[in-house]
């Protein structure tokens, strides 16, 4: 069938003009995702666009949840960092990684200071918390990347050797810091759940674990119901010491029944769809 020009020209004009709009935004995401917050301004700057055009692109991506708009700019609520320990973890239980984090969000809604682990569920926490008013202390790269541009946010960083592939900091340095602070609730995550208590698979982390949880007056753990009868490498701390314990609807009863014998409330979040991946093995 004989096609006019113009027509063509106009598929063509309309094809460009959306590969165009695709790009800007993938770089637009970019730039979000590697500052954790950014301004309107400062965007429009860096992509040589109106800062109209921004806020359009940001409406888009806020769609997609990759990204938030607040006063003044934007900051990233995609996929986890593109650190080796969270590639490997993303999609693994992710659904219920992301329910138990809107639980824990919710039991925090009355504490003034919280101390976040590295684990990837305490990361999809923290991506919840960003606009609230809290101080929180942390030994994770990609949390604090989150926090740190917030005027709203007492942001305190906890010092030592930065573990590569995760982003999270420990060692002994990280424990004598942890030792002269004090917060209201710490959440730790972990490799595996046993009748000895939470375990991680380094006994390095396990070790600055045990300081978050000595530093906090209430310890919440969030670990998904697949790391209940492993036990890893290392102990980080009894279930007695656990004041509150936050999982999905995977939990048996049986597990229920000794982590509450033990002296802990147990909270069950509900994930909205059943998780298609392998359990991950850590935090």
């Keep these: ?10 598929s063509t004009k309309r094809l460009r003009s959306a590969e165009l709009t695709a790009d800007r935004r993938q770089k637009l995401l970019e730039l979000v995702r590697s500052q954790g917050f950014s301004s309107l301004p400062a965007l429009a700057d860096a992509l040589d666009v109106s800062e109209s055009t921004i806020r359009r692109d940001l409406a ?23 650190l080796a320990h969270f590639r490997q973890r993303q999609a693994a239980q992710w659904d219920k990684k992301r329910a138990i984090a809107e639980l824990a969000a919710k039991t925090l809604e009355h504490a003034d200071s919280v101390l976040l682990d590295g684990g990837s569920t305490t990361y999809e926490l923290a991506r919840l918390l960003v606009e609230r008013p809290l101080q929180v202390v942390t030994n994770s790269l990609p949390v604090a990347n989150l926090f740190s541009p ?22 002994a340095y990280a424990d004598e810091m942890l030792k002269s602070l004090g917060v ?5 995550s972990a490799a595996g759940v046993s009748d000895g208590g ?19 007056d209430e310890v919440i753990a969030v670990v998904d119901s697949t790391k209940f009868g492993r036990q890893s490498l290392a102990s980080i701390c009894q279930l007695s010491s656990i004041s509150r314990l ?4 995977g939990l048996t009863d049986e597990w229920r029944d000794k982590i509450e014998s033990a002296g802990a409330e147990v909270l069950v979040a509900a994930a909205e769809q059943p998780s ?8």
């Design 150 to 171: 917030q005027p709203n946010i007492d942001l305190i960083m906890v010092g030592g050797y930065v573990h590569s592939s995760s982003g999270v900091i420990h060692g």
């Design 246 to 249: 936050i999982t999905d609807d």
């Design 184 to 188: 209201r609730a710490a959440v730790i």
């Design 60 to 82: 888009h991506l806020e769609k997609e949840g990759a990204a938030k708009r607040t006063h003044g700019g934007a900051f990233y609520t995609g996929a986890s960092p593109q």
């Design 1 to 10: 069938m004989f096609v006019l020009p113009w027509r063509s020209n106009q």
């Design 198 to 216: 939470l375990y991680n698979s380094s006994h390095m982390l396990a070790t600055t674990q045990l300081a978050m949880a000595s530093a906090a």
């Design 276 to 283: 298609q991946a392998v359990a991950d093995s850590s935090e």
